[in-house]
């Protein structure tokens, strides 16, 4: 594509090789100056650690012909003949740019976004699942994967940066998707990642303490998130959980003309009855009242489920389908959902006398649901068990918090690592003890090792137990302190080493049965 048809109409200003607009050909765009190619357009974005332009000048030794910058005056190679093109926002320009350099392919799709600190994984992956099951293809961006419609992969974030967002997108549309659904961070919005992106549907979840070390405080945390719903198309439809705080201030950025679902338990969707198994739900949505089973338990399950009903419905109507096929499609797959990798993840086998849960609940919030929905279909005589530890480097306000939370709740309390870093792993300890009652003390068993903690755990636990081992959910290593001060990552999965646990309970009941 010109240059000049790149960035006809954008707020942008060209400072230096302006006579090259009408000529210069850019064949890609980059935010990574060693993935830069001859023909690239490089942009030069500030992240939270470095700032791009301090790379303004590999990516041009590395052949790009035009940068996008904020700075008016940047030092470039002797005899350079680069265009320099100036943005006050380069993040949004970036964005805009990334769409129109794909053809626009957020136009090609009907799209829905979920923000909101606990629930975006679980929403978005039901959402899929319900708009799949329509017949209607549709991909997916989120914490735990990528789907573009024919290949499925591991995400490495939950939102991607705009030009890798926008790419995806575009792949989507060439295999068929007439749909996405995607996870939208508060970082990403903050960022304009997604500042090109019109919705057709948004989702707010809720708002907990989390991410407080970008954010710096809840209100900056807040109006992040809120920055989705100002990219809602005037006639979108937003489900917005009112029995959160901060769902007025989400409500407010919605267009004046956008439908507003306002999700409520007990009002828009009730439990008609509930197992370890599933539950029955009743949900008044936009397609009418919806009676169905599904096989997920727990009270903020019910809004998740709920909320990607809304989404879907939705989403399909946009794509032509009709209310009837909609509500026809939906109330169909309702009983076959299945969570994502690492939301509420039953781990044992029928051959097991307790039941093991993995979850990603890594924030105080987020641990007290799963530990409540966990308890609220325990067995009389049931104990319930949670294994947990807090991620280093990342806000620490919450540590003593979920301390407070897991022994208030569960009967008996693991506290182990979790990602931790740079910091050490037994002052993290330390400091989600700091948030135990005293009187709850004795609930609580130290094992630093993970894995050990598991097994511990597992081990112990009597026959009819619950374990939930949460924090890490579908995560695949630990990122670890090295001896340089740095960090080294290995392999770790709750998963598995819940299973080796279990296993090996199993060996030793079936060695104590022949030795009796």
Not at 29 to 34: A, F, H, I, W, Y
Not at 173 to 191: F, N, P, T, W, Y
Request: charged residues 25%.
């Amino acid at each position: 594509m010109k240059l000049d048809e790149l960035i006809a109409g954008m707020d942008v200003r060209c400072v230096a090789g302006g006579e090259h607009l009408g000529v210069v050909r850019i064949c890609d765009l980059t935010e990574d100056s060693r993935t830069a190619v001859p023909g690239s357009l490089f942009i030069a974005r500030s992240g939270t650690q470095l700032d791009g332009n301090r790379f303004i000048e590999p990516a041009v030794q590395c052949g790009c012909v035009a940068v996008l910058s904020d700075r008016e005056e940047i030092e470039l190679p002797m005899r350079s003949k680069v265009v320099v093109l100036v943005a006050d926002d380069v993040m949004q320009v970036g964005a805009q740019l990334a769409e129109r350099f794909y053809g626009e392919p957020s136009r090609s799709l009907s799209i829905a976004g979920i923000t909101g600190t606990n629930g975006k994984t679980t929403i978005a992956h039901l959402a899929h699942q319900l708009i799949e099951a329509a017949g209607i293809r549709c991909g997916l961006i989120g914490t735990v994967e990528i789907d573009d419609g024919r290949e499925r992969a591991r995400a490495s974030m939950t939102t991607p940066p705009a030009v890798e967002l926008s790419r995806t997108l575009a792949t989507m549309v060439e295999h068929g998707c007439k749909a996405a659904v995607m996870e939208v961070s508060s970082h990403a919005l903050d960022q304009s990642r997604v500042g090109a992106i019109r919705f057709d549907a948004c989702a707010f979840t809720n708002l907990t303490g989390d991410h407080l070390d970008y954010h710096q405080t809840m209100a900056h945390y807040r109006d992040a998130k809120a920055r989705l719903f100002g990219l809602l198309k005037p006639d979108g439809i937003a489900a917005i959980n009112i029995e959160d705080d901060a769902a007025d201030t989400m409500i407010q950025a919605c267009p004046k003309s956008a439908q507003i679902v306002r999700c409520a338990f007990g009002e828009s969707v009730r439990i008609d009855d509930e197992s370890i198994a599933g539950m029955t739900l009743t949900m008044n949505t936009p397609m009418g009242t919806i009676e169905s089973r599904v096989p997920i338990f727990g009270r903020f399950n019910v809004m998740n489920v709920f909320q990607a009903v809304i989404l879907a419905g939705q989403v399909l109507g946009r794509v032509g389908i009709s209310i009837e096929d909609q509500r026809r499609a939906i109330n169909e797959e309702l009983p076959h959902l299945t969570l994502p990798a690492g939301r509420l993840e039953r781990v044992e086998s029928c051959e097991d006398d307790l039941t093991v849960l993995v979850d990603f609940a890594h924030t105080d919030d987020a641990l007290k649901s799963a530990l409540g929905a966990i308890r609220s279909v325990l067995d009389e005589d049931a104990k319930l068990w949670c294994v947990f530890g807090c991620g280093g480097d990342r806000d620490q306000s919450k540590r003593p918090r979920m301390g407070a939370i897991a022994s208030q709740l569960a009967d008996a309390v693991v506290i182990t690592s979790d990602n931790p870093r740079t910091e050490s792993p037994n002052r993290i300890i330390d400091e989600i003890i700091a948030g135990v009652d005293a009187n709850d003390k004795p609930k609580i068993s130290v094992q630093s090792d993970r894995a050990r903690a598991i097994g511990y755990a597992i081990a112990h636990a009597r026959a009819g137990d619950v374990i939930l081992i949460a924090g890490k959910g579908h995560e695949t290593e630990q990122i670890c302190p090295d001896a340089m001060g740095g960090t080294r990552s290995v392999h770790f999965d709750d998963c598995e080493h819940a299973r080796i646990a279990l296993r090996q309970r199993r060996l030793e009941s079936s060695n104590e049965v022949h030795e009796a």
